[in-house]
């Protein structure tokens, strides 16, 4: 099974400021990486697929970039809405997701 | 729109058997691999298990092998998890997702449906 680890698991940070989310493959995952954006009670949200293709409506400002077994996901200047829990996703052996990462407010 | 409407969640003792269902509408159902993925209280998002356009495939995560069967009917557009000998570990809010393309990703999911396995 590939492990997914995201770090950190909290980032605290202000509207306006870059956010940079890790996700680490316990082995090479090639570029079959996806993120999730997922907030409470609410369906998950798919941003990013195959490591930095951004999902159909996603803005300009969440961006994804890796290969192999590192990966990050940048959103460039949070928005309001943009405070949730991230989740990295592999497809290279099965499915697997991370822990999550979660980005709270300062 | 896409929309995907799970329902069939509750309140089961362990042993006991509880069917998902998730209603799908806004795509082209039949066309489309599903999946269930769940997230237990206070936890991360497990992928579960998939059933491929057409019914012909589907795959488990190796804990519900041989307790949970995915299956599909396409004249109704409705997806299915027929969950057997429930555990308490199963508790969790089970989503359904549409697969984007034939990638394993997946790009429209439901609200949820809670699940809880206790005596």
């Known amino acids: 099974e590939i492990v997914l680890t995201q770090s950190p698991a909290t980032l605290s940070l202000s509207p306006g400021e870059r956010a940079t989310l890790s996700c680490r493959a316990s082995q090479s995952v090639k570029s079959y990486l996806a993120w999730y954006q997922h907030k409470p009670g609410q369906a998950p949200r798919l941003l990013i697929y195959?490591?930095?293709n951004r999902a159909t409506g996603i803005p300009a400002r969440f961006s994804g970039s890796g290969s192999g077994t590192d990966f990050t996901l940048t959103i460039s200047s949070l928005e309001p809405e943009d405070f949730a829990v991230y989740y990295c996703q592999q497809r290279a052996i099965w499915l697997t997701f991370g822990g999550g990462t979660k980005v709270e407010i300062k | 729109q896409v929309q995907l409407v799970e329902s069939g969640g509750g309140v089961v003792q362990p042993g006991r058997s509880l069917r998902l269902s998730c209603a799908a509408s806004?795509?082209?159902?039949?066309?489309?691999?599903m999946h269930w993925v769940r997230q237990a209280p206070g936890k991360g998002l497990e992928w579960v298990a998939v059933i491929s356009y057409g019914g012909t495939n589907k795959f488990y995560i190796d804990s519900v092998k041989g307790r949970f069967t995915i299956s599909r009917d396409d004249s109704k557009n409705t997806l299915y998890l027929q969950m057997n000998s429930l555990r308490v570990e199963d508790t969790a809010v089970y989503y359904c997702?549409?697969?984007?393309?034939?990638?394993?990703?997946?790009?429209?999911w439901g609200q949820g449906t809670l699940v809880t396995v206790s005596s």
């Open positions: 806004g795509f082209s159902f039949s066309d489309s691999g």
């Open positions: 195959d490591a930095s």
């Open positions: 997702a549409k697969e984007l393309a034939t990638l394993n990703y997946f790009d429209y």
